[in-house]
C-alpha cells in the first residue's frame, strides 16, 4: 500500500513520520535521456522510493538551523530596496516614459515577491525559533503587499501536505477531463489569456477564493474554526491599513494610488503566480490520486529552475531551491542550495524516472509560463492512478508508436 497524509496532521509532522513507498514495482518507469520510456529496463524494474528519513539523514544539520539575525537582515534588506524604488521612480518615469515605469513596475514585482518569500519562511517557522516572532514579521512582510498572513498560512500548508495529489493539492487545481468539458468558454480559456496572470493572485484566489476558498471571507470554506476567522480578519484588517496608509501617502488620489500601490501588488501576484506555476508545472509532471500518492512520491514532482538575470538570489532562491523546500519547510531559505546537492544525491539513482531531481535553466521564464498556461489544459489518466496533462500522454504515446 502507499502511504497516506493522515487528517489533521500538518505538513512537516506528517513528512517526518510518514513511511514512503517500498514497493514501486509496478509504477516506476525507467526513461532515456531524451525522456522517452526505456522498456529495456522496464523490464526489471524493483526500484523503491527513499524514504523521508533517507533525506534528513543526508542533508546537513545546520541547514535546519533558523538564525533570527540572518532572517531579519532580509526582511530589512527586501524593505530598503522597496524604499529606494519608490524614492527612484520619478527618475524611472522621467528618462524612461512609460517604458521606464513598465521596468519600474518590474523590479517592484521582483522584490515584492521576495518579501513574500520572507514572510513565506515566517509562516512555515523557519525565520525564527519563536512563534511570536514568525507570526509578528509575517504580517510586517505580508500586509503591505496585501497577502493576508494566517489565511495563506492555512491554505499554503494544505497544499504542502498533499503536494500532487489530484483533489486535495487545493494550491494547483489539477483539472480533469470530465470537469474540463463541461466549463463555460470564459472558464476554460481564462489562463490561457495572456493578461490573467496579473489578476490571478489578487483578486482571483486570495479574494474570490478560487479554488479553496477566499482568504479575506471569514466565512469562507476555507476556514472551520471560529479561531481561524478570528485570525482571517486580524490579517486581512492589517491588509486593508496598509492599503489605506498607502491611500493617505498617495495624497488620498485614487488615480496615484493605483498607479503606485495596486498596479505595482499586481507585478508581484503575477511573479508569484509564474514562481509557483513552474515549480509544479513540466512536460513530465505527474499527479496521483488517492491510491498511489505518497507525500515523498508528490515532492518529487516539485521542479527546481533557474531564473537567472540575478533573480533566483533576488528571490532567495525559492525558485532554484524548490524541491528541498518542499520536502522540509522548515529550512530557511538562505540554507535550501545547501540542502538541495544532498536532495540531488539522494535521487541521483533515480536519474531516468519519473521520480528524478527535476532542475530546469528558465531563462525563458515568462514565454514559458504563458506557453505552458495554453498547453496543459487538463488531465488524462497515463495509467491507474497516474495522471498527467493530455498534450504530454498524446505526445508519449505517439513517440511509442515511432519507435
Partial sequence: MVAHAP?????????????VDNDQ?????????????????NKDSSISLPTIDDFRHAIPAHCFERNITRSLRYLIQDYAVLIALYITVPYFEYYGHIFG????????GVFGFALFVVGHDCLHGSFSDSQLINDICGHIAYAPIFAPYYPWQKSHKLHHRFTNHLE????HPWNQEMYYISWPFWKKYFSAFPLSGWIEWIPVYTVFGYSDGSHFWPWSRLFERNEERIKCVFSCTMCFLCAYASFLICGSDLYTWFKYYWIPLSFYGLMLVMVTYLQHHGEQSEVYDDGEWSFVRGQTQTIDRTYGFGLDDAMHNITDGHVAHHLFTKIPHYHLLDA????????????HTPYNYKHEISYDFFTRFLWYNIKYDYLISKCK???????TVLEEKLSSKMQ
Wanted: aromatic residues 8%.
Fill in 7 to 19: 487528517d489533521g496532521v500538518s505538513a512537516e509532522p506528517m513528512a517526518q513520520t510518514v513511511p
Fill in 25 to 41: 514495482k509496478n509504477n516506476v518507469e525507467y526513461r532515456t535521456e531524451n525522456g522517452q520510456i526505456d522498456r529495456e529496463k
Fill in 101 to 108: 515605469l513598465i521596468l519600474w513596475y518590474c523590479l517592484v
Fill in 168 to 171: 486535495k493539492d487545493k494550491g
Fill in 340 to 351: 538541495t546537492e544532498s536532495v540531488k544525491k539522494v535521487l541521483e539513482p533515480l536519474k
Fill in 385 to 391: 492512478g497516474i495522471w498527467q496533462y493530455r498534450r
